[in-house]
Antibody, heavy 122, light 107 residues
């Protein structure tokens, strides 16, 4: 069964850091781009960051550029999101979403994880 | 960035009704338009990709259409289990962008 399982969420103070993980199973991990998509409480979906299957190309939303870093370890079939300088507006459920291609552009998010909640508050 | 505008933001319809949601892109995106369903705060689920292709396992009452800047998601006969929020999404350009969502309720 194709599956994504996020972890690492929690409560963090403004200005703090957190690292999210997304463990994949059931497919050839390095064949597909993967993204992080977040959803603030009561709000819609916001794409945050994406990475190509090889890891050679990374992309960020302007709202997180310079503060978040996406990476992947294809030997461990795991995606990461290192988040720093966190702000209250980063509070959200963070989903990892598998693309259906090596590249992010022109792809589709065909599998989603269950999400991990990040709360930024003092 | 490509802006995606959905309408309506919410709707209420009766079981068996035909329901149509529209999505407009701020520039042409060909048919690189996907639709997702999100129920009860769970993870989104892919319904339609490439504007009109039905994802495996999705009921045939769901259909998508359009190209360029204007797209539709139609539920031919609304069922109680279709109560959800529906999002369109473009992958033509990065950043990937989503519409604001349409909440569908049963009257």
């Amino acid at each position: 069964e194709v599956q994504l399982l996020e972890s690492g969420g929690g409560l963090v103070q403004p200005g703090g850091s957190l690292r999210l993980s997304c463990a994949a199973s059931g497919f050839t991990f390095n064949n597909y781009a993967i993204s992080w998509v977040r959803q603030a409480p009561g709000k819609g979906l916001e794409w945050v960051s994406g990475i190509s299957g090889s890891g050679g190309s990374t992309y960020y939303a302007d709202s997180v550029k310079g503060r978040f870093t996406i990476s992947r370890d294809n030997s461990k079939s795991t995606l990461y999101l290192q988040m720093s300088s966190l702000r209250a507006e980063d509070t959200a459920v963070y989903y990892c979403a598998k693309g259906n291609k090596q590249t992010l552009r022109l792809g589709v998010f065909d599998i989603w994880g269950q999400g991990t909640r990040v709360t930024v508050s003092s | 960035d490509i802006q995606m505008t959905q309408s309506p933001s919410s709707l209420s319809a009766s079981v068996g009704d035909r329901v149509t949601i529209t999505c407009r892109a701020s520039q042409s995106i060909g048919t690189y338009l996907n639709w997702y369903q999100q129920k009860g705060g769970k993870a989104p689920n892919l319904l339609i990709y490439g504007a009109s292709s039905l994802e495996s396992g999705v009921p045939s009452r769901f259909s998508g259409g359009g190209s360029g800047t204007d797209f539709t998601l139609t539920i031919s006969s609304l069922q109680p289990e279709d109560c959800a929020v529906y999002y369109c999404q473009q992958s033509y350009n990065i950043p990937v962008t989503f519409g604001g969502g349409t909440k569908v309720e049963i009257k």
